[in-house]
């Protein structure tokens, strides 16, 4: 009750290590996000908890407002690749979703 609405900082050391298939939210803030053409979709900004899966919030080049994101459902069957070495993320998704 004493820490109700502190901020709690964990080092990265501390981090249990992921697995082949998962990934930290912090770690795909900031990432690239293309399609199968290789067109630009934008760069995540944020992630939505949905409860069954995780919505990457996607903001195109320029954009500043979050009404132009795209919402890309973070599941194997729009999600291809993830890249953390590239900061890229390969999605099955059109330029006009």
Avoid: H, Q
Avoid at 56 to 63: C, K, N, Q
Avoid at 66 to 78: D, G, K, L, N, T
Avoid at 83 to 93: E, G, N, P, Q, S
């Amino acid at each position: 009750e004493a820490l109700r609405g502190a901020r709690i900082f964990v080092g990265r050391a501390s981090f249990p290590t992921a697995g082949s298939d998962e990934f930290y939210w912090v770690d795909l803030i900031g990432m690239a996000v293309e399609n199968r053409e290789a067109a630009s979709l934008g760069t995540v900004v944020g992630l939505l908890d949905t409860g069954p899966y995780s919505v990457l919030r996607v903001r195109p080049e320029g954009a500043t407002d979050e009404e132009s994101e795209r919402m890309i459902p973070f599941v194997a069957a729009y999600v291809e690749a993830v890249d953390t070495a590239a900061r890229c993320i390969r999605v099955d998704w059109g330029l006009d979703y």
